[in-house]
């Protein structure tokens, strides 16, 4: 989508070189372009419309016209603009001088509220909070159960006492008191935002919880309705915060956008997988190159730091400078690369990945025959990939339960990547050998 | 500064890896499309049940009245100008339909009111929508399969929050009202208190549960589900599977198992649903491409339409991938499963 995005700019901005100035033409081109992004990212049409304004007016500014890439010049000031809108401090709750901070939580069904409750729990306890979660979900069947579930598995204690949520939060007050708890996690039911008895319910449940942090909790893969559910909810209990969800999925995640514009307050939190750890503060920035298709090299970095031991990047990278990549150093790397997750997600976040790779499907099992390929091999084969001859290519086929066909593949793309990582190291960025389908 | 530089040589390295040797997909031939598949294993359409059923429109009333819609203002204008397709191009893009489906069906729509002489504005919303009922009509078959001998197992599938488990049981309840035994099958082993969430459904509507440990193999309870079916006499068995994003490899490789798993036992499984959520905005396209993908997927339960959300997203999924709507979820209570009408769903499009 950036490739895209870039290339299209590139069009309108290569006739643009020769005359020097931006015309309202060349504009108005430029921002539907942008406009056909966002768009297809889930920004609501409206707030398209007034995002797309401001970037206007930036664009016609001396700053583009003088720059050498005026397509990258472009780019860089929506995507500054993105982070504006989107910004604000993260992942800070507002915590009440005297506690408990009373959090409640809101939203659609199924838009993830009571694995959020789960999560913030977690983050709040181990950063030695004394937590209280409430489950006053009482519509949706088990959804106090998964709560306790929840609750436990964190080491938090749930309460939900009473038929009916007001009374189950003020119970919960009480016990918040009783347990000297310092922050309290409402946890409340879905509900559509049309639905006038169920958002008069949460007018109630909020008065008596009376809440610090009243977040707003959205589905990283709404549509265009964000902007009315956000409305509403803000309407009925205003909004502190809000809670992006499910953001590990390929959603471009608009919604956040169209959210961050009606609520006008930051977004805290973003879900980022299905465990209780994947939770993590919002990073406008990141969320804004998803936005415009840019990859998340953030993310990246920090998911290899995770996964990498200094020593051995070091040594790696010692290695790539000389040129020196042996089969071995391929064995390791891929197993770290493997560690950080999925490959396909990982591609994913790759900036200015061809559109090819970043559809094509990994098939992680084939990553599996590779490692079998390499550990047949002896040390000095895996240093000298030219000792393996015919019987020794047997050999490692049949230690590996594969073919010889694999592996010479295997020794025949591993020479690509040899000569690859020579280019780099010799400064030059690297053509990608697409392979023909 | 320069760990960050060996980093990025080693995510190109990554990258090759991927591209070199592990293979572009292997998107296997399974890419045909759904009507050349099970056939021949003894799979009949039922026909309709003959007991009146709520319709779309009777649910979509309440919420109609309450909003008013964006075509209001246009309907009343006096002639056809830039600014009415303007307002037609933003109807369909609120509508979740997508820029590259919104900007087909405007060419034609342009075509066809030029060929026309459609000069009002009125006129050519009528004509939009008659285009649109035309694209969804067609010949699609949106009845849900039945087996002709042993359980018929219908499997529902789809990411996080979409209402899986609430559709299964309305679907549930309608099926034991229409006098089928229906058995439940809790695959979801993964989220906690999903099981007992199906199970309390179970109980309302009369529907054994089959359900096993949770972080239990999925395949197992799906097949002893199958398998007490079977033992029952029940002819109806709805597998609940556990909500995942379709990015994710390995769950889908999961469900892929899960679904032959469906397969081998003594049961049929006629029908693959993805559930979709009609807030979803475009990301339901590659959501349905990647199910679709895995697990063959034969039709969508389009859920959550009782809101304000108009799901037009499932317009481009018939279109692009040619997988039918089938049913449509409109509320809380078990009534409120309805199957698919393609002139009602255009009419909610643009109320």
Not at chain 1, 100 to 118: D, E, H, N, R
Not at chain 1, 404 to 421: C, H, P, S
Not at chain 2, 259 to 275: C, N, Q
Request: negative net charge.
């Amino acid at each position: 989508m950036f490739e895209a995005l870039s290339d299209r700019f590139d069009g309108i901005f290569t006739r643009l070189r020769s005359r020097g100035r931006l015309s309202e033409r060349d504009i108005d081109e430029v921002a539907r372009e942008i406009r056909i992004a966002l768009l297809e990212a889930d920004v609501n049409v409206a707030v398209v419309k007034s995002f797309i304004a401001r970037v206007k007016e930036r664009a016609q500014g001396a700053e583009v016209a003088k720059s050498l890439s005026p397509a990258q010049q472009v780019i860089k000031i929506v995507h500054e603009e993105l982070v504006t809108t989107l910004g604000g401090a993260t992942g800070k709750l507002t915590m009440s001088p005297k506690p408990p901070t009373v959090v409640m939580l809101a939203g659609l069904q199924g838009s993830g509220k009571t694995t959020a409750a789960g999560k913030l729990a977690r983050l709040l306890h181990s950063d030695g909070g004394r937590v209280l979660l409430v489950g006053a979900d009482l519509q949706r069947p088990a959804a106090v159960e998964q709560l306790r579930v929840l609750g436990e598995r964190v080491g938090v204690p749930v309460y939900s006492e009473g038929r009916d949520p007001v009374k189950v939060v003020k119970g919960a007050l009480r016990e918040a008191d009783r347990l000297d708890a310092t922050v309290v996690i409402v946890d409340t039911a879905g509900r559509l935002q049309i639905d006038a008895d169920l958002m008069d319910e949460l007018r109630r449940v909020g008065k008596a919880a009376q809440p610090h942090d009243s977040l707003l909790v959205v589905d990283a893969m709404t549509g265009q309705e964000a902007v009315s559910v956000a409305e509403a909810f803000d309407d009925a209990v205003g909004l502190d915060g809000v809670i992006l969800t499910k953001i590990d999925g390929d959603a471009r995640g608009g919604a956040a956008l169209s959210v961050k514009e009606v609520v006008g307050k930051p977004i805290l939190f973003a879900g980022t997988g299905e465990k209780l750890e994947d939770f993590e503060p919002f990073h406008p920035d990141r969320m804004a190159s998803r936005i415009l298709g840019m990859g998340d090299v953030l993310t990246l970095i920090e998911k290899a730091e995770e996964a990498f031991d200094r020593e051995e990047v070091e040594e790696a990278e010692a290695k790539l400078r000389k040129g020196e990549l042996t089969l071995e150093d391929f064995l390791q790397q891929m197993r770290q690369v493997r560690k950080m997750g999925p490959l396909q997600s990982l591609v994913g976040m790759l900036p200015g990945m061809p559109k090819e790779l970043r559809d094509a499907e990994v098939d992680e099992g084939e990553l599996g025959k590779v490692e079998a390929i390499i550990c047949s091999m002896t040390p000095d084969e895996r240093r000298q990939p030219s000792l393996i001859n015919g019987s020794r290519r047997l050999r490692i086929a049949r230690g590996s339960g594969t073919t010889t066909q694999d592996v010479n593949a295997l020794l025949k793309q591993f020479k690509m990547v040899q000569q690859m990582m020579r280019q780099v190291a010799r400064g030059k960025r690297p053509q990608l050998p697409l392979p023909g389908r | 500064m320069s760990n960050v530089l060996v980093l990025v040589g080693i995510f190109v390295l990554a990258a090759f890896l991927i591209v070199l040797g592990l293979g572009l997909s292997r998107r296997a031939q399974r890419q045909g499309p759904a009507e050349d598949r099970p056939d021949a294993t003894g799979i009949a359409s039922t026909t309709p049940a003959t007991r009146a059923r709520p319709r779309l429109r009777d649910r979509l009333a309440k919420t109609r009245a309450t909003l008013a819609g964006p075509l209001q203002a246009l309907r009343i204008r006096g002639r056809v100008d830039g600014e009415t397709w303007d307002d037609l191009e933003e109807a369909l893009l609120l509508a979740d339909v997508g820029v590259a489906t919104t900007g087909r069906l405007l060419d034609e729509l342009r075509a066809n009111a030029l060929q026309l002489a459609a000069s009002e504005p009125a006129q050519v919303i009528e004509l939009l929508k008659a285009q649109l009922v035309a694209e969804l009509d067609g010949d699609t078959d949106r009845s849900l399969t039945r087996a002709d001998a042993g359980p018929t197992v219908w499997m529902f599938v789809g990411v996080n929050g979409v209402g899986k488990t609430t559709a299964i049981a309305k679907l549930a309840q309608r099926e034991a009202g229409d006098g089928h035994t229906v058995v439940l099958a809790a695959a979801d082993t993964f989220r906690a208190a999903a099981a007992e969430q199906l199970a309390h459904w179970g109980d309302r509507v009369g529907a054994a549960v089959v359900r096993g440990q949770e972080g239990a193999d999925p395949g197992s309870v799906v097949f002893d589900a199958i398998s007490a079916a079977q033992a029952r006499g029940a002819d109806l068995v709805l597998v609940d599977t556990a909500g995942r994003v379709h990015t994710k490899v390995n769950l889908m490789n999961e469900l892929e198992k899960l679904r032959r798993v469906a397969e081998r036992g003594p049961g049929v499984l006629t029908e693959v649903l993805l559930v979709i959520d009609a807030t979803t905005g475009q990301n339901g396209l590659a959501q349905a491409r990647q199910f679709a993908d895995a697990v063959d997927v034969t039709g969508v339960v389009l859920t959550k339409l009782d809101g304000s959300a108009k799901g037009g997203i499932v317009l481009a999924i018939e279109a692009e991938l040619g997988i039918p709507v089938k049913v449509v979820g409109v509320g809380e209570s078990a009534d409120d499963v309805v199957p698919f009408d393609p002139v009602e769903f255009v009419d909610a499009l643009f109320a």
